[in-house]
């Protein structure tokens, strides 16, 4: 396993000599996702605040947490990306900072997708406690627990470097890249113990629910609840797995590379930003609440696309 900060800069360091074409169309077409998924954001944030009851719902509590998480890990991961292929260096101590937090964005998006599905597993399972357990103040508490449970292992991550490293290195300016920083074993350690725990923790709730929500659906005499919400949780298998995607970056690139010289953009394209942009089309179309203001959009972008 390896982490995120240092798959998005390991890409970027591996093309430096890559054609202007090539980083103009990529980059075109990551602007262009970003700003789709940043309008539809707008679309549903706006029903989210103009609803009172659709603010007070935790499964949509929780879906725009997950939206605000994912625009800021493309943000931050545009930016990197830019800013190195740039050859632009930053000082270690804001290095360490960004990567942090760009690491702990990227890490979030699994675990808010196993509260997601714990709280649908409530709805259908424990249909009598679902108001008291899945409220607005337990979601806002869920929500603080899951950036403790990603910051942790960036802070240990950073108090390792400052433990380890020589201290003339917090003077010098290097390109934002994990690898550069990563002075002890320790902190590779931390790292694949993060990720091999947390996406295993993650997977096996998402599967748990899915099989208890689905047994619960082919018990009832009218299923049509516990079906969607059985779905929902595939789509949240669905998006996780695409997260995970992101892990073979670092085999496709070292072995595929020298048969397609600009596999390491079409990774960090298709790979690490690409599934952070389908997040309000796999959730959002598909909702009662948020569906029709964005198939709304989807018309007319259509309709003027057309003429």
Not at 5 to 18: A, I
Not at 55 to 60: A, D, F, I, N, S
Not at 155 to 168: H, P, T
Not at 263 to 277: D, G
Request: aromatic residues 14%.
């Amino acid at each position: 396993m390896v982490n995120s900060t240092e798959l998005t800069n390991n890409t970027t360091t591996k093309v430096m000599s890559t054609p202007m074409i090539v980083i103009t169309i990529v980059l075109a077409l990551m602007v262009l996702f970003f700003v789709i998924y940043v309008y539809l954001m707008v679309i549903i944030l706006n029903v989210f605040f103009t609803s009172p009851q659709v603010r007070e719902t935790t499964r949509y509590i929780l879906f725009i947490h997950m939206l605000f998480n994912d625009a800021i890990y493309l943000l931050f991961s545009f930016m990197l990306f830019i800013l190195s292929i740039s050859g632009i260096l930053f000082p270690v101590p804001i290095c360490l900072v960004i990567a942090s937090f760009t690491t702990c964005s990227f890490i979030i998006t699994p675990y808010n997708l196993a509260v997601m599905s714990l709280e649908r597993y409530a709805a259908i399972c424990h249909p009598l406690r679902h108001a008291e357990l899945c409220t607005a103040q337990r979601s806002n508490l869920a929500i603080a627990f899951i950036w403790i449970m990603g910051m942790i292992p960036q802070l240990a991550n950073v108090i390792v470097y400052c433990c380890f490293a020589d201290s003339r290195s917090f003077n010098f300016k290097i390109i934002c890249d994990w690898k550069l920083m990563t002075v002890s074993n320790v902190q590779v350690v931390i790292r694949n113990f993060t990720d091999i725990v947390g996406f295993s923790t993650v997977t096996m709730i998402i599967a748990y629910t899915y099989v208890k929500v689905t047994f619960v659906a082919r018990r009832m005499d009218s299923g049509n609840f516990a079906s969607k919400a059985g779905k929902t949780i595939l789509r949240h298998m669905f998006q996780l797995l695409l997260s995970m995607l992101a892990f073979t970056t670092l085999i496709t690139e070292t072995y595929l590379t020298p048969y397609f010289k600009y596999l390491p953009f079409v990774n960090f394209f298709l790979v690490m930003c690409l599934p952070r942009c389908v997040s309000p089309f796999i959730y959002g179309m598909r909702d009662e609440v948020f569906g029709k203001p964005m198939r709304k959009f989807y018309l007319i972008a259509s309709i003027r696309l057309l003429h």
